[in-house]
């Protein structure tokens, strides 16, 4: 009995070691699994972002001309002045873009030809944001 006495202690001290550790991992196997989590959800997010939140580089042709039609459509004196595809397109300096091309507008019954060449700056951000550019000249014939 004097052996058996002698193990008990230390398989109880054992027992209670194992418990211990156990708890331990698992707390830690909780950790590392929530921050699995986050991170999924946090790249996720980046790789479902709209393509308008994330530009690479600077606009393509089309989307300066989209921006040339967003100001100069207030100056014409018409209600729906119709924009044709046909535009010149080039880039006069670092983030400066020069667009020539014409609208036709309906006054009085009669369509009216309006020639204009905008020279418009892009200061970063979305391309789609009229206040990510600035107009620095409009000339209209």
Do not use: C
């Not at 230390?10 to 196997?29: F, G, P, S, T």
């Not at 001309?65 to 014409?76: D, G, I, N, Q, S």
């Amino acid at each position: 009995m004097i052996f058996i006495n002698k193990i008990a202690p230390q398989m109880k001290d054992y027992a209670r070691e194992k418990r211990e550790k156990k708890k331990a991992a698992l707390k830690v196997i909780w950790i590392i699994g929530l921050m699995g989590v986050l991170f999924l959800v946090i790249v996720s997010r980046f790789a479902m972002a709209g393509s308008d939140d994330i530009n690479n580089g600077s606009p393509s042709n089309d989307d300066v001309y989209a921006m040339a039609k967003r100001f100069v459509r207030p100056t014409l004196q018409s209600v729906a002045p119709e924009f044709h595809d046909g535009y010149k397109f080039r880039i006069a300096r670092d983030s400066v873009y020069v667009i020539r091309s014409y609208a036709e507008t309906n006054q009085h019954g009669e369509t009216e030809k309006t020639n204009f060449e905008i020279v418009l700056k892009y200061k970063g951000g979305p391309f789609s944001a009229k206040e990510n550019w600035e107009m620095l000249n409009l000339n209209e014939d």
